[in-house]
């Protein structure tokens, strides 16, 4: 399968904190993306890095990726009871068009 | 979700009948995308089209067949409808090498008895 892999499945944080998440992905990427579901809802696209970038920064979200680790990280600094949702990666596997999601990683912010 | 919508949003339906479920967009993009997403696997692309009749098979296809006779307009059909494709059914579309991301529909849930 070329779906990323979430880490942690799940965290709890309070209010102000900061939350990262991790991706991984087994196959060479032209681009990864971020999304997030807030519950029963469709998902919304956050922020999108190319394979040649290693940083991205778009509000309070920071987006990193190592290629050579075939790993992204997602951090949300600040954080606020508005960011519980469910974060997800989605990778291309160089197919372009074609993006295969991880499972997720369910963050909850407490107020 | 602006400019993306599915139909219906809730249907329950007996096994064994047909189901079609509707995209529609009015972003005129080229590349639409159905997925289903299920506790545990996240979603998981069924078919896509990448132009008006010209679609293809994603990682989960048997059992569905899709159509797009419009640019605007991608159907998902479940041929005999069976337990195991009770699921979270979700539309996406996106410009070319998806530079700006998808843009996802606000899903369709469904339950086969």
């Known amino acids: 399968s070329q779906q990323g892999e979430e880490d942690p499945q799940a965290l709890s944080i309070q209010e102000g904190e900061n939350a990262t998440m991790n991706c991984s992905y087994k196959?060479?990427?032209?681009?990864l993306q971020w999304y997030r579901q807030n519950s029963g809802r469709g998902l919304v696209h956050l922020i999108l890095i190319r394979s040649n970038e290693r940083e991205k920064h778009s509000g309070r979200l920071r987006v990193t990726l190592d290629t050579s680790k075939k790993s992204s990280s997602l951090l949300i600094t600040a954080s606020r009871a508005a960011d519980t949702a469910s974060y997800f990666c989605?990778?291309?596997?160089?197919?372009?068009?074609?993006?295969?999601f991880g499972t997720g990683t369910s963050l909850t912010v407490i107020p | 979700d602006a400019g993306i919508t599915q139909s219906p949003r809730h249907k329950v339906t007996e096994t064994g009948t047909p189901v079609t479920l509707r995209c529609h967009q009015t972003e005129n993009h080229r590349y639409m995308y159905w997925y289903r997403q299920d506790p545990g696997h996240g979603l998981r692309l069924i078919h896509y089209s990448y132009g008006v009749k010209d679609t293809d098979k994603g990682e989960v296809s048997d059992g569905y067949s899709v159509s797009r006779s419009k640019t605007e307009d991608f159907l998902l059909t479940l041929e005999s409808a069976t337990s195991s494709q009770t699921s979270v059914y979700f539309c996406?579309?996106?410009?070319?090498?998806?530079?700006?991301?998808?843009?996802f529909g606000s899903g369709t849930r469904l339950t086969v008895v």
């Open positions: 996406a579309i996106s410009a070319p090498a998806a530079t700006y991301g998808y843009t």
């Open positions: 989605a990778t291309d596997g160089q197919g372009g068009n074609q993006f295969y």
């Open positions: 196959t060479s990427i032209n681009n």
